[in-house]
Nanobody, 120 residues
Framework: QVQLVESGGGLVQPGGSLRLSCAAS????????MSWYRQAPGKERELVAG????????NYADSVKGRFTISRDNAKNTVYLQMNSLKPEDTAVYIC?????????????WGQGTQVTVSS
């Protein structure tokens, strides 16, 4: 059973920090590019951050660059998103994604999402 289970969301004040975790199981985590997406109601789904399978390359949306850090621990099958200097516009459901190319198909897995609310 493939699972991506996010945790760490919650309510935080502007300027605060939060660390999201995504625990993966049921697939070869170390072979997958992992990403964090977010989506707020009525808005486009946005790729927030991505990290290659070895952790050697990361990328970020311009809106979070310098504030968020994606990392992974392949030994723990977990990807993290450290979010600092949070802004109200960061409020969204944050969703963990894993993606890999197989021989005959691509594999994409999605977590259930965790709510992040930035508000005073």
């Amino acid at each position: 059973q493939v699972q991506l289970v996010e945790s760490g969301g919650g309510l935080v004040q502007p300027g605060g920090s939060l660390r999201l975790s995504c625990a993966a199981s049921g697939f070869t985590f170390s072979s997958y590019t992992m990403s964090w997406y977010r989506q707020a109601p009525g808005k486009e789904r946005e790729l927030v951050a991505g990290i290659t399978s070895t952790g050697g390359t990361t990328n970020y949306a311009d809106s979070v660059k310098g504030r968020f850090t994606i990392s992974r621990d392949n030994a723990k099958n977990t990807v993290y998103l450290q979010m600092n200097s949070l802004k109200p516009e960061d409020t969204a459901v944050y969703i963990c994604n894993g993606h890999a190319r197989g021989t005959l198909r691509e594999y994409t897995y999605w977590g259930q999402g965790t709510q992040v609310t930035v508000s005073s």
